[in-house]
């Protein structure tokens, strides 16, 4: 049975086949191969792996993972991780960025366990066909959030040395009066209608902040990455409220984990300029609060001036960023 998913004519697959590798969107040197997925109650249900492979030999690479409403783009990350010694892998998540399909409620799932299928078949793409036999995970966000329940659920099994998680999901960043009466009525709504519209009305501050059409630096595809967010559908925000409870309790991921968020969180729905040196999307001092419930060696660093994103901060910001990785890296994930 052919099966294809078609963004600029890219990417194309046959289920049961060896998948090819393409030239991705980005454009050469990038790769991209689909994975075939478990069809579920949409249908057909893909993943895409981005590659890059550096010019030096190595037996590292590392595995990103991005966040909601998003996709991967950021060449320039992957740029750090080569020169660093790494080959690099991008994981476009189900339903999100080069795997949404028209048939499909855009970035949705009702378990963050839905995902462990393309994270452990990339892996397994990186270590026997690649030939890797060290791995760093670097997670985004939500991103952060799924890849440390994750490493929990598949720690003492050898898939991954050491994470990276920059600004990960840990916790809800809203009001008292939302994570007490809202967000419980929402996660009841979710077991019953999955893919109601909870119409939270996500503000456009952080899109705004780093897109070039706006006040931002950076292009990327606003039909995979909107200024205006998908909406958040009541499954999705069951399940990661399900993951927040999850890490309240204490995970026990037994590699090294390097957390990394701003120093400040930028708190109006309006946009102002603030906004281009602060977290425009989560509470910071709520990343901090659950960083030592990840797992047994962690490691905490702010920047300042950071975004959500620490990686799309102005340029001064996310090179203290990248020297502060490397100075964690050279502790837990040295090169070999």
């Known amino acids: 049975m052919d099966l294809s998913l078609d963004h600029s004519g ?14 991705d969107v980005l454009g050469e040197p990038y790769t991209c191969r689909t994975i075939p997925l478990r069809d579920d109650d949409e249908g057909v249900v893909t993943a895409s792996l981005v590659a890059c492979r550096s010019d030096r030999p190595t037996n590292a690479a590392v595995l990103y993972v991005h966040g909601f409403v998003d996709y991967f783009f950021q060449t320039h990350l992957a740029e750090f991780f080569l020169g660093a010694g790494l080959n690099f892998y991008a994981l476009d998540l189900r339903k999100y960025g080069r795997s949404i399909q028209p048939h499909q409620t855009p970035n949705f799932c009702v378990d963050l366990a839905e995902y462990y299928e393309e994270i452990d078949e990339a892996i397994r793409i990186i ?13 985004h966000s939500t991103g952060g959030l799924v890849a440390s329940l994750w490493a929990h659920d598949r720690r003492g099994e050898g898939k991954v040395d050491a994470m990276f998680l920059n600004s990960p999901f840990l916790d809800l960043n809203a009001p008292a009066m939302v994570r007490k009466v809202v967000a419980p009525a929402a996660v009841r709504l979710g077991r019953r209608r999955p893919r109601a519209d909870l119409r939270l009305g996500l503000n456009q501050v952080y899109g705004r902040s780093i ?3 706006h006040d931002g630096e950076w292009e990327y595809d606003l039909g995979w990455k909107p200024l205006q967010p998908f909406p958040v559908r009541a499954g999705w925000f069951r399940a990661i409220r399900a993951g927040h409870a999850r890490v309240h309790n204490g995970l026990d991921i037994d590699v090294p984990v390097l957390v990394a968020c701003s120093m400040a969180s930028y708190k109006r729905a309006r946009w102002g300029e603030a906004a281009r040196a602060a977290d425009s999307v989560l509470d910071v001092d709520q990343i901090a609060r659950w960083t030592p419930a990840l797992g047994r060696t962690t490691t905490l660093i702010r920047i300042e001036g950071g975004m959500h994103d620490l990686t799309l901060s102005p340029e001064p910001v996310r090179e203290q960023l990248f020297a502060g990785v490397l100075r964690w890296m050279s502790a837990y994930f040295p090169p070999a």
């Open 10 to 23: 890219t990417v194309t697959y046959r289920l049961g086949v060896s998948v090819d590798v393409v030239t």
């Open 127 to 139: 270590r026997e066909e690649d030939g890797h036999d060290r791995l760093l995970i670097n997670g």
């Open 211 to 213: 897109h070039r059409d």
